[in-house]
Every structure is written in structure tokens, then in C-alpha cells.
């Protein structure tokens, strides 16, 4: 597999609102294969293949959970709110660059010494607006930086490999999906018009996925993501049974934890195609039903009059935090099962 590829996707800075940086290293990637883009005026990025008679979309989202600016004080530290799903307990230490309009600046995340606690502190989790970034710069020299009111606030992780054929990185969710997006773009023949859509503001309710579905009008939509792999001591296989290294997740429902609202239940159709052409192939694969989310595969669907959708994940331990672990196999199954899907006559 190109691990270049992965780790300049992952490495690239894209906070929800604010993805291209990671829409110019697919631009790059995909044009030097020869492959057009094109871009619409929110930033998501599409490019197609194939002249068949039927549209098959397949979405991965650019956007990774980030921070945005919202107040500077006097002395130059930086309060923030949250772009998507960010666990309040893993914030406190993090590095990260904030986004100046004119200098990028690093900062740490600061929140008060165990130390200085009292007794019943020391107990509770600290919450994000009892925490603050520290550049070091006052605040005339942030400004002069052009760091104000919303500017985009990344995490710096890079990437590095694992034992046993694991990376952990940053953002896999969901460049780990972009990169299949463009291998299977590069690799494919396809049967019918394929149009990748590479969406933006995934993490904050399916945004680009729903405005680039209703621009496309396809026939069948798939959603590439990835998914909770509860391969250790703190998950039980009946909680969350998906196994990092045994190939990609085909999700069968997914939505909110309570009643699997707000998401989505693949059409058993496109589903058992996706099925259908893993077990000719010999591509192990995965069932999942997953509570507690959903991906750009539920917006697909309810677009235009309902379009047929279904989603593929990449297993994924430690989900929206900044070290986010998956399988180079699991990544090459998810790039030959949607090569296949690419080349096959859909069921729509
Ligand atoms: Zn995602």
C-alpha cells in the first residue's frame, strides 16, 4: 500500500469548515493519475471516471474534529468551542497550530496543575471551557498574525506505523477513507459513471454529503468511513464486536444509541451486492450494527426522492482522538471491495 499517500492525508490540516487543505492533496494525487476534479463553492471535491449509464457516488469526508477560536483576552489566551465530537478528557496537553490568516502559530492546550486541585477537583473531569490555548504571543501579536474570532484550530500528530500491520494517526477518520476513495478511483474500470465525492463538514450533521447528493442525482450512493473496532481491554466483543484486521465493516443500520434515529439502514439490496461481491472475491468483511453514529451514506440517502445507499467502514480503535489506530490489511480490503462495486453492474 502507499503509506505515503496515508500520511500525507492524514498530516494535512482540515478542521470541519476549513478542509482544503486536504482537497489540494487529493487534487494532486488524483491529477497526476489522470483523473478529473472539480470543486463546488462549499469546497467539497468531486471527481469521475467511468461513462456507463447509471451514477454510482461514493462519498469520504475531508473534514477531521478540530477547535475554533472564539475569544482572545488581554494577556493573549485563547478560549475555544468544539468542530464535531471531541471527548472533553482528551484535550488537556494536546499541541496544536492555530490557523492564523497570515502566520500559522503552535499552541498547547492549558487547563490548572493536579497540584493546585482541591480535594473534590481532582475527582471531576475538567470540561473544555475551564481549558484555554497558549502560544506564548500576546494578544497585539496574535492579532497581527491574523488570528481572531474563528480561526480553524488543528491537532499536530504525525504518523507512524504500528507492530503487526497497524498505523496509528491522526484524522483516519476519514482520510483512511479518502485514501481508498483515490486508490480505488486510480485502479478502477468502472461499469457505470463513477462519481467520488470527496464532502465537506461530515462531523457536524452530514453537511457536504447532503448538498453534493442532490448536485449529483445518482443512482446508488456508498459512503466510505470508519467505524468502532472493540478489539480491547476496555470494549466487550458484545458491545462493540468489529475486529480491527478482519476486513472492511459493511454497516447494515446505524444512527443514534437510544432508537438508531438520524442515521441510516442500508438498502438490502445494495447491501447484499456489497455481500455478494466480497465473498466471490475472497475479501473477508465484517457486519455492523452501530449505535452512537452515522456517516455521509444517511444523507446520500434521504437526497432527491431516496437514492440506495450503503456505507463501507475501516475498522478504527480510539475514534475521535488524535491517535486513531487501523489495519494497512483492513485498508487494502476496503480498496479491493470497492474496486469491485466500481466494476460490477450495480443493483440500481
Ligand atoms: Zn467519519
Not at 147 to 170: A, H, M, Q, S, Y
Request: overall charge negative; hydrophobic content about 40%.
Amino acid at each position: 500500500m502507499d503509506l505515503e499517500l496515508l500520511r500525507r492525508l492524514s498530516e494535512a490540516h482540515g478542521v470541519t469548515g476549513s478542509e482544503y487543505g486536504v482537497a489540494a492533496v487529493i487534487k494532486e494525487e488524483l491529477q497526476v493519475s489522470g483523473v478529473r476534479t472539480y470543486e463546488d463553492k462549499f469546497g467539497n471535491l468531486f471527481a469521475e471516471k467511468g461513462s456507463g449509464g447509471r451514477t454510482l457516488m461514493v462519498a469520504a469526508h475531508t473534514d477531521e474534529i478540530g477547535l475554533i477560536v472564539k475569544h482572545i483576552d488581554e494577556k493573549g489566551f485563547i478560549r475555544f468551542a468544539k468542530l464535531g465530537g471531541i471527548a472533553d478528557q482528551i484535550l488537556p496537553a494536546q499541541r496544536v497550530l492555530i490557523h492564523g490568516m497570515k502566520k500559522k502559530v503552535q499552541g498547547v492546550i492549558g487547563c490548572k496543575a493536579v497540584h493546585v486541585m482541591k480535594d473534590e477537583e481532582r475527582k471531576q473531569l475538567v470540561t473544555y471551557d475551564r481549558m484555554f490555548i497558549d502560544t506564548g504571543a500576546t494578544k497585539e501579536q496574535l492579532e497581527g498574525y491574523g488570528v481572531r474570532v474563528g480561526t480553524p484550530i488543528t491537532f499536530i500528530r504525525g504518523l507512524t506505523e504500528l507492530e503487526n500491520d497497524l498505523v496509528v494517526g491522526k484524522a483516519m477518520d476519514d482520510r483512511a477513507g479518502c485514501y481508498v476513495l483515490i486508490e480505488a478511483l486510480k485502479k478502477a474500470n468502472p461499469e457505470n459513471k463513477v462519481v467520488a465525492v470527496f464532502t465537506v463538514q461530515e462531523e457536524v450533521g452530514l453537511r457536504g454529503a447532503t448538498m453534493s447528493a442532490n448536485a449529483v442525482k445518482p443512482d446508488i450512493g456508498i459512503a466510505i468511513d470508519t467505524t468502532i473496532a472493540g478489539d480491547h481491554p476496555e470494549l466487550s466483543e458484545q458491545d462493540a464486536p468489529v475486529r480491527l484486521g478482519k476486513g472492511p465493516t459493511i454497516v447494515v443500520a446505524d444512527g443514534r444509541k437510544d432508537s438508531l434515529g438520524g442515521g441510516m439502514i442500508a438498502n438490502p439490496l445494495v447491501r447484499g451486492w456489497l455481500m455478494e461481491l466480497a465473498e466471490k472475491s475472497g475479501i473477508p468483511y465484517q457486519l455492523e450494527v452501530l449505535e452512537g453514529g452515522t456517516t455521509d451514506a444517511a444523507a446520500i440517502q434521504m437526497s432527491q426522492s431516496g437514492i440506495p445507499s450503503a456505507c463501507i467502514s475501516i475498522p478504527s480503535r480510539y475514534v475521535h482522538s488524535f491517535s486513531e489506530v487501523i489495519s494497512k490489511k483492513d485498508l487494502e480490503g476496503c480498496v479491493e471491495l470497492l474496486v469491485k462495486a466500481m466494476e460490477s453492474k450495480t443493483p440500481f
